[in-house]
């Protein structure tokens, strides 16, 4: 079930409120600065598939596999439009399907998970990013408030690895993004790769 939320005088909605099958009461979040101004951080920071890059490539963190990101046409830039992951981890077959339920550029970004997901130790989770200006850049805050996995042997996983996961993964989000404007010449747009 979804609640739309309009932008009052656009009919552009930027929030959705999605029903949750679980209470996400586990919370976790990182923050760094960012050499580029906040319009250019949500240019990088907006693509899925580039915000969770460190998740595509076979680490020991994914237990030598890797996830793969599926977008739908509108690249899961607008609210309502899905992302779906999907791919092997420890060797197990993991999938989780998300949507976009608030976006409002320049500021913030968040998704969250929706039907049966196949996680390994979180549940269902809310993910996001804010983007506040600072002199010179960005803050960036990338936050995640997840459940843990209902079935009991994942539950017990998420109970002892969750946080441990749940900090991996918003540091790999924010130094990502940081590295890549490292180099941040503010006269000339950072190219975007």
């Known amino acids: 079930m979804f609640f739309s939320k309009q932008e009052i005088g656009t009919g552009r909605r930027t929030r959705i409120e999605v029903a949750r099958p679980a209470i996400l009461s586990n919370h976790y979040e990182t923050n760094a600065f960012v050499a580029a101004p906040a319009d250019s951080v949500l240019a990088y920071a907006d693509d899925p598939a580039r915000l969770s890059s460190h998740m595509s490539e076979s680490s020991w963190m994914m237990g ?10 509108g690249r899961g830039q607008t609210v309502g439009l899905r992302i779906r992951l999907s791919g092997r981890v420890f060797g197990i077959e993991l999938s989780v399907e998300e949507i976009v339920t608030e976006r409002i550029p ?4 968040v998704w969250e998970t929706i039907g049966s997901s196949r996680l390994l130790v979180i549940g269902h989770y809310r993910m996001g990013f804010e983007i506040t200006s600072q002199e010179n850049g960005s803050l960036l805050r990338v936050f995640i408030d997840y459940a ?3 079935d009991l042997p994942a539950r017990w996983l998420g109970f002892l690895l969750g946080r441990y996961y749940a900090r991996w993964c918003t540091q790999q989000m924010v130094r990502d993004t940081a590295k890549h404007f490292a180099s941040f010449d503010p006269k000339s747009p950072a190219p975007i790769r």
């Not at 320049?106 to 970004?109: L, T």
């Open 64 to 73: 030598g596999g890797r996830m793969q990101t599926e977008l739908d046409a």
């Open 106 to 109: 320049p500021k913030r970004k």
């Open 148 to 150: 843990l996995p209902e």
